[in-house]
């Protein structure tokens, strides 16, 4: 798990697999056939940079099938072709629980898009396909609201999806437009972290409207599914001390910008010495942060 400490809130810090966001696939690759056309999703502004027929209705993050981009271009190279595939895995949140508290619409992926609209078809997906995974998101969502007994998936009249909190001591459940910010957010987070698809997922904020023991919890739960067989990757950008002083060294990477370009670099590559300074208890990561000993973590308008 990589936890990402941004120097300040911008569109290109949550992009690792280049410096610069529109230059993860070049169109005048030679290894894509002359006249070809190429929809490529950007990521970061949540829309495609060449069409908008890439993005559904929904406006997942993941290419769909007949648009996506092993559809439409003509690869002829393995490496690009790999690459191509690992990208049509890539989930990336950045979750609102007002997205959360809409109805969902019954759908066979049960997909959650990165804002959070979809998130009763998620739940009734995860409860069908993958049940073990539910339980671990149920249980997660008890460390933060321990009230809650069951979370379960209704269907309206109009064959919407909606989601029933129930608590202990209270008759009647309460609705996905009656609880906390905090305790729908955390089953945004937990599902999607305990769902099993995609290789690569990132979320933006998790702190947000959240208690800081449950960011411990979010944090035990990524850590859990880095350590299953599958392999996984998560990165998390945050700006919460409380975050960053529960990881370890190891598990930091600094973001920044540099001549208009975003750097990505794990925090002991910058300073070796911050391992010793942690493991001594000399002090905090989020006060070496904050302290601008590392100039990549000081905003500055030449950078």
């Not at 929809?39 to 007949?66: F, G, H, N, Y």
């Not at 191509?84 to 049960?110: C, K, Q």
């Not at 905090?182 to 089953?187: A, K, P, Y």
Request: glycine fraction near 4%.
């Amino acid at each position: 798990m990589h936890i990402h400490a941004e120097v300040e809130s911008n569109d290109s810090q949550l992009i690792m697999m280049a410096t610069r966001r529109q230059d993860a696939l070049s169109l005048s690759s030679p290894l894509i056939a002359h006249g070809t056309e190429i929809t490529w999703l950007d990521m970061v502004i949540e829309r495609p940079v060449q069409t908008a027929e890439a993005l559904d209705t929904l406006q997942l993050w993941s290419l769909p099938a007949p648009l996506s981009l092993l559809a439409q271009v003509k690869l002829f190279s393995p490496i690009v072709d790999v690459f191509a595939t690992s990208v049509a895995t890539v989930r990336v949140y950045r979750f609102d629980p007002l997205a959360g508290r809409g109805p969902g619409i019954p759908s066979v992926s049960g997909e959650i898009t990165p804002r959070g609209n979809q998130l009763p078809a998620l739940a009734a997906f995860l409860q069908a396909q993958h049940p073990m995974a539910w339980e671990k998101t149920v249980q997660r969502v008890r460390l933060v609201a321990p009230d809650v007994d069951h979370i379960t998936v209704r269907s309206d009249h109009d064959r919407r999806l909606r989601l029933e909190f129930s608590e202990s001591g209270l008759i009647s459940p309460w609705t996905d437009n009656e609880v906390s910010d905090g305790t729908l957010r955390s089953l945004m987070l937990f599902a999607a972290i305990f769902d099993p698809r995609g290789s690569l997922k990132a979320f933006e904020e998790p702190e947000n409207s959240l208690h800081p023991w449950a960011i411990r919890a979010f944090v035990d739960a990524c850590r859990e599914v880095l350590a299953e067989p599958a392999p996984k990757q998560l990165a998390v950008t945050t700006h919460s001390q409380a975050l960053i002083d529960y990881v370890t060294p190891e598990e930091v990477t600094i973001v920044w910008r540099q001549d208009g370009a975003t750097m990505v670099r794990p925090l002991l590559q910058l300073d070796p010495t911050v391992r010793d300074y942690w493991a001594e208890g000399r002090g905090r990561l989020s006060n070496l942060l904050n302290s601008g000993l590392l100039l990549e973590t000081v905003p500055s308008s030449s950078t």
